[in-house]
């Protein structure tokens, strides 16, 4: 299975590790990631503070170099990303005008066909029963705590993805695998995301208070896919404990480092080791 | 040939001073079938009626203008003077030469030639005027209420009370609705079931209202004053008439713990029950999923500790047919659910307070019967999920009103009042206890209404919190409450021991079903729509139907009574006479000529049409035609323009009118 | 030896009859094909230049002569109301001389036979009169189709009957001249020479029917099933009779409003279903089967009863311009052939 | 193609399920036209080629036709448009008919409306003869083109055109006796009390009867343009029925006929409907 | 009319008895002139008024015509004007296509309520009319033997 790959720019940069450990994670599993020619910035949270039409055009030429090259998916596991070029690919959909308007714009030609997947909707596509069977080992030891951020299901009109205050999915995939994720109460709260580098205090106690209560409910490690929420949980973490006066020393995954560790990849593999806090 | 007479008003200067009335008389004389013309000061007055009368008859008139104001002002009038001189008062027709000409108008040559034109025209028009007799439909007059809550008894007692015979259907085992259940109202506070219950019993024992309890209207056939109405009276498994109400068989039955409707679930009953204890009628119902009997086949301690044989496991459904010739809908309310799954996509449930998984969330009704003396807790003021008595509760407005996202833009009008009444029963129960308001506004319109909710706030205590619950979680057997209070401008955070929800009020489950059976519309929400929502508010576009209560949009108690009342007046006002006199302006086909393409039927907004079949002596179908009953009809001759081969024509305005007037302009 | 014309002489002539202000109708196509592929039809109209006309004798106009002579539309008197009374004001007589140039010796063959009905019980002046100011050069037709049997009702291509002057091409260029009338000598007075040269008369269509047959199946077989099952397909149109030369059923109507209006002559068409339909609402003719019975009768057996003529010059245009390709001509074969033995049964 | 046709009428007939088949017969010249074939013997005077032009859905109505009992009828795709509608339109029992469908070879029927053909292979038939490998691909533009094309002209323009068109009009009204769905049993044009259209055939009666015609079509027209294809007088009816359907399809994304499950647009609205034309 | 005065348009207007009708009343009653060239049918609601009504205006040499009635939501019948606006749709649609006047053909809502607006309305169409002078296309179509 060939899927187009959008990594933008936290999966080149900050966060290698999660991009390390959804292509190793991925390939296990027998899909081939391509990734974009001549792929751009997706606008992130900056462009649509400034200009409407650029926060549409970024991620727009992104679709339209995606359908030239032919992928009906892409894959794009940051949801800052995902959730920008749904936008304007809800927007491009709706209006033929503005499929005009922005073909001139990006100059290519762009329909807004390509659908876009997170990193769980491609784990779903691959399917539970063909993930279980290339499993060689369970997760029986994690308790994780399933966090999905603020932005895997929101706006949910846009990103039609999960349940969108009690979502379920990344619980579901785990279980399969033998782990026992937790019931807590923060799934879908704020970590803070960019505001780390303009409030540093607020992050902190947002993210504090996630690591507290899922540790609460029992957690023995956290589960994410947002490059952003494993910034501010697991490379702020220590920043945290220092604050709050406290030790949480809860280890932060991707989803796909605990698929990865099921089918039996290695951590250095997975970048696991490139992560701040180790599990204990 | 037509004999047409014109009269042509000055209206003391009004007219006259703008149109040369005189020189317009003259000119008009000549027009063909035209054999007077007059003009007169004041038409419409006493002497000004006589002459039209005199002239009716000396003249021999077949036909009469009256030339002078709208036909929305004197219409009418002269249609009275010219029945009163033996001319059918549908061969009058107006020439608005007031409204229309001489007040708009300030030239006296050009307003005199359109005086002129616009008699000619009404001349064209009445010389087709065909004589038109009032239609009179003979009506039942017997009301059939459909829903038992206060808005259905208020209704029923009314009409009852004037002498004419009720049906009342309810589909619950026993009247008394939602009131039944609560437990003391705004802004009052006197006990609901205290008021409720007489009128309850009044039902019961009027010998004018025949009561269906556990039943369902089915089918509505026919139209005003003539409605057949199909009611299926569901299997009770109890003879009503042998049951003594003494309560021996539900005290024995083994089947205890089944969750009671109701209590709201909240509470149990037994598989035979009565809902509560002062049901109307007083007679159980069996559960059939819960029966031991149904299910595994034994038990039947019931019919055997029944001194009155009256328990009958092999009853069955039946179907009774009345005729009616007035209906009432009071089909109520329920609560929206916050749950996931909704009846409509558009409906989005909430998530973030927990889709119903706390226990100690609850919705306001469930809060009544927690608070209410007869609930499950016998009047103590505990949660559901360990018993305990609360000490923090908060309350939550508009869960579901006026919030756009989760498809429900109404304000359900009633939460506000009730919500500040739980802060006081709670405050008066629980004296060390707290209550917390999260609103939008406070709506607090009515008689001692603001009163009420500045009590609750000044005497009792609540805390109000102007802003929105943005997510409540658990933690520790306490509900986190996460909000913000916008007036104080921060985000706040409660830990309650239970959640009060004002949700939104809907429309009963099944009243939109309802509704297409009796051709009534409703709004996007499925509340019934009323003819006119100011001047006919209890009327509905299906003539003979009306409205009243929760089921037409949130009301609180004295709307819904007040509305009953209304509605029974209509009704009694239509059961005045023993025929309905309606205006023959109504359409008819010409059923030779129809195609029946039946386009007029789904066009017409009365479903005034129907398919019918032309049969002859020997019962063989001729052919299918389209055919208009009068009795429903209200005369928009939308079918006329509709019907491609206009074999729809509508009296008054038929086609033969409308273009002699046109080609009379000329 | 015979009168010839060239084609340049006759158009020349054409073109001053034009410019004096005279009326020139002939075939010619009625518009230019825009595109949309449908067929565009040749009618016979009145020409503004000589250009237009179609001389070649291998056109078959879509409708017929009869409406220069008897219009589709034809105001009888107008009247107004005045006060009470009712002013009449008679139409004026046409005046306009016509030459119909080209026209197809069956199409010019109808008009000595409608001459009988509108000289009948009452004779038609504004008929007569547009007879009287029309004449008619024809062109025999070279060619035939298989809708055409002018052989079966008596006449042939080079049929004179009701022309003036009939042409018959010798080539592109020349028309032997066969003058019928001293109207149509003089109109071509000066424009012909005498030359040695006879055009070559044209094949004539196979005889279809044998009208004997015909007549004999329409004395006995009125009830029999050949008229229902040969007309089954007929959709009750007008087609037939408004494009045929010799249908001259026509209703009186009046048009006007509250100031006044006209009273006119349109034609009708004896397929319509309400043609007979009474005001009692009675309707003799029940469905298309009668009515084409009516359609074949009247033209083969009541108008030669009463005229002594066929009413039916085989020109072949009902068929052409039927919508389900239906005409006198497919009824009249399928009757004329039926076996007789079915004959007897009523 | 033809002989499976045969064979299928004479089953047909032979089990007696219907009491006659409409379908084409041989005429001269080539030609077709529509026969009635009530005896198995007679089903070799059937054909199917590309001249069989005629919607028999016209006859369905017709009470010479409905007399001969129960009806298989042929159609092709573009005719079989027609029986969606007079279903809709309550005219026909659909299971008191049975539906042959007849699948165009790629030239269609050699008529302007194949140029636009988007389905030739009728899609609702109880039994279809041949395959002709479904729809084309043909645009919404392909279907408007000529009216696209006429529109080009200015009002005026426009205008001047229909006077010289309409001006040959006869009323022979062959356009409405051959329309499948000008069914009524009395037309408007027909009536006298009121003269809604001026029986004559002037100008005014003329403009007054096609404007009728077109808009008693608007929302119903199926495009078979039978209408145009049998006028004597070669006017062009197409452009009246094609502006109506385009302006059903742009407006309320109707098209008739191609969705059985549609619900027809005339004696319907929306409350959304369009009305920036409106004051 | 004579040649010397100024040309006056001939205006039909089909009105709704519920609104527009009652709308022109009120213009009465507020005395707000207008334009003596309009003369109102009066038909109990714009579901009534068929196309042919507009033709049949031209044919009797109308310059101007105006079909007005309630507002949507406020038809005294429900939906009579909902069926009309849909006819309108098309019907406008089939005048464009034969070439016919559009700017002689005018719908508005106008309610009971709207006593200037109909003022301001009929006056305005017929300053239209008369700037666009006598519709002779269609009077030539009407007087065409």
Not at chain 1, 177 to 197: D, F, R
Not at chain 2, 603 to 625: F, H, M, S, W
Not at chain 5, 94 to 109: A, K, Q
Request: proline share 4%.
């Amino acid at each position: 299975m060939d899927i187009g790959y959008y990594p933008g720019c936290a999966l080149h940069g900050s966060s290698n590790d999660y991009g390390s450990s959804v292509r190793a994670c991925l390939n296990a599993l027998g899909a081939r990631l391509c990734e974009l020619d001549d792929w751009i910035c997706c606008g992130a949270t900056a462009a649509h503070s400034l200009n409407h039409m650029l926060a549409l055009a970024l991620p727009s030429r992104n679709l339209a170099i995606a359908e030239r090259q032919g992928y009906e998916e892409l894959l794009a596991p940051c949801p800052m990303c995902s959730m920008e070029l749904l936008k304007a690919r809800c927007a491009l959909t709706a209006s033929s005008d503005l499929r005009e308007k922005v073909s001139e714009i990006v100059e290519l030609e762009v329909q807004g066909k390509t659908r876009v997947l997170n990193l769980i909707q491609i784990l779903q596509k691959i399917g539970l029963d063909a993930i279980k069977q290339r499993a060689v080992r369970t997760l029986k030891e994690f308790r994780p705590a399933c966090y999905y951020g603020c932005l895997l299901t929101r706006p949910a009109d846009t990103v039609q993805f999960d349940d969108c205050e009690q979502p379920s999915s990344m619980e579901t995939i785990l279980c399969a695998l033998g782990a026992e994720p937790v019931q807590w109460n923060y799934k879908t709260e704020c970590c803070g995301a960019g505001m780390t580098m303009a409030d540093g205090p607020t992050t902190l106690e947002l993210s504090h208070k996630i690591l507290s209560n899922a540790v609460a409910h029992g957690a023995n490690c956290m589960v994410v896919a947002c490059p952003m929420c494993h910034v501010n949980l697991d490379m702020k973490q220590a920043d945290i404990d220092r604050e709050y006066d406290c030790r949480h020393d809860l280890a932060v995954y991707y989803l796909s480092d605990l698929v990865g560790l099921a089918l039996g990849l290695d951590e250095k593999s997975l970048g696991i080791d490139r992560h701040f806090v180790v599990k204990r | 040939m037509s004999r047409i007479g014109i009269f042509i008003c000055w209206c003391g200067e009004n007219i006259a001073r703008n149109v040369d009335v005189e020189r317009a008389a003259a000119e008009v004389a000549d027009l063909p079938g035209v054999v007077c013309s007059v003009a007169y000061k004041y038409m419409c007055s006493d002497p000004g009626q006589s002459l039209m009368r005199q002239k009716i008859v000396s003249e021999r008139l077949t036909g009469v203008v009256v030339a002078s104001c709208s036909p929305h002002m004197h219409l009418r009038t002269f249609r009275k003077a010219a029945a009163m001189a033996g001319l059918n008062p549908y061969l009058v027709e107006m020439a608005n030469i007031r409204e229309h000409c001489s007040w708009v108008h300030h030239d006296r040559q050009q307003a005199t030639t359109k005086a002129v034109e616009l008699i000619r025209m009404s001349v064209a028009k009445v010389r087709a005027n065909a004589a038109l007799q009032p239609i009179s439909i003979p009506i039942t007059r017997r009301a059939l209420v459909i829903g038992g809550g206060v808005a259905g008894i208020q209704a029923a007692l009314d009409i009852a009370d004037s002498g004419r015979e009720v049906v009342l259907v309810e589909r619950e085992p026993s009247i008394g609705g939602k009131m039944a259940g609560l437990s003391e109202t705004f802004p009052t506070l006197d006990c609901s079931q205290c008021i409720l219950t007489p009128r309850m019993v009044d039902v019961g024992q009027h010998p004018n209202i025949r009561l269906y309890t556990y039943s369902e209207v089915e089918g509505v056939e026919g139209y005003v004053g003539n409605f057949k109405v199909t009611v299926r009276k569901k299997a009770r498994y109890v003879d009503m008439d042998a049951c003594t109400g003494c309560g021996q068989c539900w005290n024995a039955c083994p089947s205890k713990k089944n969750l009671s409707e109701f209590d709201y679930q909240m509470g149990n009953r037994t598989a035979i029950y009565v809902p509560f204890p002062q049901a109307v009628p007083a007679r159980p119902v069996i559960d059939r999923d819960a029966c031991l009997h149904f299910l595994k086949g034994k038990c039947g301690i019931c019919a055997k500790k029944c001194a009155a044989n009256a328990v009958k496991f092999d009853d069955q459904d039946e179907v009774i047919t009345e005729e009616v010739g007035a209906i009432v809908v009071a089909t109520g309310f329920k609560l929206y659910s916050i749950d996931r799954d909704q009846a409509s996509s558009k409906l989005a449930g909430y998530g973030e307070y927990g889709y119903g998984q706390y226990p100690d969330v609850v919705d306001a009704l469930q809060f009544e019967r927690i608070v209410s003396a007869s609930g499950p807790t016998g009047g103590e003021i505990r949660r559901p999920s360990d018993g305990q008595q609360p000490k923090s509760v908060v309350f939550i407005s508009c869960v579901g009103s006026r919030d756009n996202a989760k498809g429900i833009s109404y304000c359900s009008k009633i939460c506000c009042m009730y919500t500040a009444k739980h802060t006081m029963l709670y405050k008066h129960k629980v004296h060390d206890g707290q209550a917390h308001v999260f609103y939008m506004d406070i709506r607090s319109g009515g008689k001692n209404y603001d009163e009420f909710v500045r009590r609750a706030i000044e005497q009792d205590g609540a805390h109000y919190h102007r802003g929105r619950v943005s997510k409540i979680t658990q933690e520790n057997g306490k509900l986190i409450v996460r909000g913000v209070d916008t007036l104080v401008g921060e985000p706040l955070t409660i830990e309650a021991d239970l959640v009060v929800l004002a949700s939104a009020m809907q429309p009963a489950g099944g009243a939109t079903e309802l509704a297409q059976k009796l051709n009534v519309g409703y709004d996007e929400f499925g509340f019934l729509s009323e003819s006119h929502p100011k001047l006919r508010p209890v009327e509905t576009n299906a003539a003979g139907v009306f409205v009243c209560g929760a089921c037409q949009g949130p009301k609180d108690i004295p709307e819904s009574v007040a509305q009953a009342s209304a509605a029974a007046g209509k009704v009694l006002v239509m059961f005045s006479n023993e025929q309905l006199s309606r205006e023959p302006e109504v359409a008819r086909i010409n059923e030779t000529n129809c195609a029946a393409c039946f386009a007029c039927v789904r066009a017409c907004p009365y479903n005034a049409i129907e398919r019918a079949e032309v049969r002859d002596r020997k019962g063989q179908l001729v052919k299918r035609t389209a055919r208009v009953n009068p009795g429903l009809c209200m005369g928009c001759g939308t079918c006329v323009a509709i019907c491609p081969s206009k074999s729809a024509d509508l009296e008054g305005f038929t086609e033969q009118q409308v273009y002699a007037m046109v080609e009379s302009l000329v | 030896m015979s009168e010839t014309i060239t084609r340049g002489a006759l158009l020349q002539r054409v073109s001053v009859w034009i410019g004096g202000g005279k009326s020139v109708i002939g075939p010619r196509q009625v518009k230019p094909a825009n595109g949309s592929g449908q067929e565009v039809p040749v009618q016979y109209g009145r020409v503004a230049s000589a250009e237009e006309l179609l001389l070649s004798g291998d056109t078959r106009p879509a409708n017929s002569l009869k409406e220069f002579f008897f219009p589709r539309h034809e105001k009888l008197y107008g009247y107004q109301f005045k006060g009470r009374q009712i002013e009449l004001t008679d139409t004026e007589q046409p005046s306009t001389e016509q030459i119909i140039v080209g026209g197809r010796p069956c199409d010019a063959a109808a008009l000595p036979v409608l001459d009988h009905l509108f000289n009948w019980d009452y004779r038609d002046e504004t008929f007569n009169r547009r007879r009287e100011l029309t004449t008619i050069v024809t062109i025999a037709c070279r060619s035939f189709d298989s809708h055409c049997f002018c052989t079966s009702v008596g006449s042939s291509p080079v049929d004179a009957r009701g022309s003036d002057v009939l042409l018959l091409a010798v080539d592109a260029e020349r028309y032997e001249v066969r003058f019928v009338t001293e109207k149509g000598r003089r109109l071509l007075n000066g424009a012909t020479t005498t030359a040695n040269e006879n055009a070559t008369e044209p094949a004539a269509p196979p005889k279809r029917f044998e009208m004997e047959q015909l007549k004999e199946f329409l004395a006995g077989g009125y009830e029999r099933p050949e008229w229902k099952t040969t007309t089954l397909r007929c959709l009750g149109c007008g087609a037939c009779a408004y494009t045929c030369p010799t249908c001259h059923c026509f209703d009186i109507v009046d048009e006007g409003n509250a100031a006044g209006g006209l009273r006119a002559r349109n034609w009708d068409a004896c397929q319509f279903g309400l043609f007979t339909l009474h005001a009692s609402g009675h309707n003799p003719r029940h469905n298309q089967a009668e009515r084409q019975r009516q359609r074949i009768h009247h033209k083969f057996q009541i108008y030669p009863d009463k005229f002594g003529e066929t009413l039916c010059t085989g020109c072949g245009n009902c068929t052409r311009n039927c919508p389900v390709g239906l005409g006198v001509l497919s009824v009249v074969e399928a009757i004329a052939a039926a076996p007789r033995e079915n004959q007897s049964q009523k | 193609m033809q002989n499976e046709l045969r064979q299928t009428c004479r089953r047909l007939l032979e089990e007696g399920t219907v009491q006659v088949v409409i379908g084409y017969g041989d005429g001269t010249d080539g030609q077709t036209f529509p026969t009635f074939v009530t005896r198995r013997d007679d089903v070799e005077r059937l054909v199917w080629n590309e001249r069989c032009y005629t919607n028999l859905a016209t006859y369905l109505t017709r009470p010479e036709i409905l007399a001969l009992g129960k009806a298989a009828i042929c159609v092709k795709a573009c005719d079989e448009r027609a029986l969606v509608v007079l279903e809709k339109e309550s005219q026909i029992d659909r299971s008191q008919l049975v539906v042959i469908g007849l699948a165009c070879s790629t030239d269609g029927v050699k008529q302007p409306k194949c140029e636009a053909c988007e389905n030739r292979t009728p899609r609702w038939a109880n039994v279809t003869i041949g395959d002709a490998a479904g729809e084309t691909a043909k645009t919404t533009a392909d279907r408007y083109a000529a009216l696209q094309a006429f529109m080009q002209k200015t009002p005026d323009e426009r205008m001047a055109y229909w006077k010289t068109e309409l001006a040959r009009c006869v009323k022979c009204y062959a356009c409405r006796q051959v329309c499948p769905l000008c069914y009524c049993r009395q037309c408007i044009a027909d009536k006298n009390r009121p003269v809604v259209i001026s029986t004559s055939a002037t100008l005014k009666g003329s403009f007054a009867w096609q404007i009728t015609r077109a808009f008693h079509l608007g929302g119903r027209c199926i495009g078979c343009d039978e209408c145009t294809r049998v006028c004597p007088a070669g006017i062009d009816l197409r452009l009246l029925n094609l502006s109506l359907a385009r302006a059903a399809e742009e407006n309320f994304n109707f098209r008739a006929g191609v969705d059985v499950e549609a619900e027809p647009i005339v004696g319907a609205y929306s409350e959304r409907d369009r009305e920036e034309f409106i004051r | 009319m004579s040649e010397q005065q100024p040309f006056e348009p001939k205006i039909v207007a089909y009105v709704c008895n519920w609104c527009t009708y009652l709308g022109a009343d009120l213009a009465g009653t507020n005395r707000l002139e207008y334009p003596a060239n309009v003369r109102i049918i009066r038909l109990p609601c714009t579901g009534r008024i068929d196309f042919n009504l507009i033709i049949k205006a031209f044919e009797m040499g109308a310059d101007a015509v105006l079909v007005s009635g309630c507002h949507p939501g406020d038809c005294h019948y429900t939906a009579g004007n909902f069926h009309a606006r849909r006819r309108w749709i098309l019907f406008r649609q089939l005048l464009e296509t034969m070439g016919i006047d559009t700017r002689r053909v005018h719908f508005s809502w106008i309610s009971a309520a709207e006593g200037k607006k109909f003022q301001q309305f009929v006056t305005e169409i017929t300053e239209t009319a008369r700037a666009l002078g006598p519709y002779q296309a269609y009077r030539e179509i009407c007087q065409a033997e």
